[in-house]
């Protein structure tokens, strides 16, 4: 069988790749193919990489505080695109302030996420709930 198939990039006008890649690099070391679109990736673009390389999932990252305004309409953007069902994470600091992470957790999985992570998350723990889905 072969190994599921992961997309992984940061959202947006995001910049910050260094928690992307570290993650990338842990998933690869797991035995995940993982497609790793790096910074600044719109929202399409996971969606069309997704379609090319048949993923199993998709991994959004977003540190920059916008990830609740780039990441509306995902999931009707993977579901328009034939991916309904497909396997959502997002994770990172997702909005600006102070909201509590339950809040927050909340919000992404009325936007049609399987999973969301607070910042700070440890690779293990991804890859525990990856394995468990």
């Known amino acids: 069988?072969?190994?599921?198939?992961?997309?992984?990039?940061?959202?947006?006008?995001?910049?910050?790749?260094?928690?992307?890649?570290?993650?990338?690099?842990?998933?690869?070391?797991a035995g995940y193919k993982v497609?790793?679109?790096g910074?600044?990736?719109p929202a399409e673009d996971f969606v069309k990489a997704a379609i090319e390389t048949a993923a199993d999932a998709i991994m959004v990252s977003s540190l920059y505080?916008?990830?609740?305004?780039?990441?509306?309409?995902?999931?009707?953007?993977?579901?328009?695109?034939?991916l309904d069902g497909i396997l959502l994470y997002v994770g990172g600091n997702l909005v600006v302030g102070k909201t509590p992470w339950p809040e927050v957790?909340?919000?992404?999985?009325?936007?049609?996420?399987d999973r969301a992570f607070p910042p700070g998350t440890r690779v293990e723990d991804v890859l525990a709930t990856l394995a468990a889905d």
């Open 65 to 82: 505080g916008q990830g609740e305004i780039d990441c509306r309409g995902f999931r009707d953007l993977c579901d328009e695109a034939g």
């Open 35 to 37: 497609v790793t679109l």
């Open 1 to 29: 069988m072969p190994a599921p198939t992961l997309v992984t990039g940061v959202i947006g006008a995001d910049t910050h790749i260094v928690g992307n890649r570290i993650l990338s690099m842990a998933l690869e070391k």
């Open 105 to 113: 957790e909340q919000r992404f999985l009325g936007l049609g996420f």
């Open 39 to 41: 910074a600044l990736t």
